[in-house]
């Protein structure tokens, strides 16, 4: 079992920062890669980035060259994924999910809300 704790969301002006993290605790040592999801209203939950074990990463198109995900392991037994965001858009705005994927199982935190205001 691994449970995921999201922060960092909020309200932003179009161009704006925010940074999402998500610590991971329980089984850290079986993810086989983290990520975030992000859905917006009337819309599918959709792909954002994904980061391996191993540090490999995977960009949604919308995304890449404004948006970094990374992630770090800690001593208190946590596993951390981190998404920086950068040039924020109002289409950005959506509930973001964090994932963590253990073999064929996928493990979803609770979402933070990310709005862009124009």
């Known amino acids: 079992q691994v449970q995921l704790a999201e922060s960092g969301g909020g309200l932003v002006q179009a161009g704006g920062s925010l940074r999402l993290s998500c610590a991971a605790s329980?089984?850290?040592?079986?993810?086989?890669?983290m990520g975030w999801y992000r859905q917006a209203p009337g819309r599918q939950r959709e792909l954002v980035a994904v980061i391996t074990s191993s540090g490999s990463t995977n960009y949604a198109d919308s995304v890449k060259g404004r948006f970094t995900i990374s992630s770090s392991s800690r001593a208190n037994a946590r596993k951390w994924v981190y998404l920086q965001m950068n040039s924020l858009k109002p289409e950005d705005t959506a509930v973001y999910y964090c994932n963590a994927r253990v073999g064929m199982i996928d493990y979803w935190g609770q979402g933070t809300q990310v709005t862009v205001s124009s």
């Open positions: 329980g089984s850290i040592f079986s993810i086989n890669g």
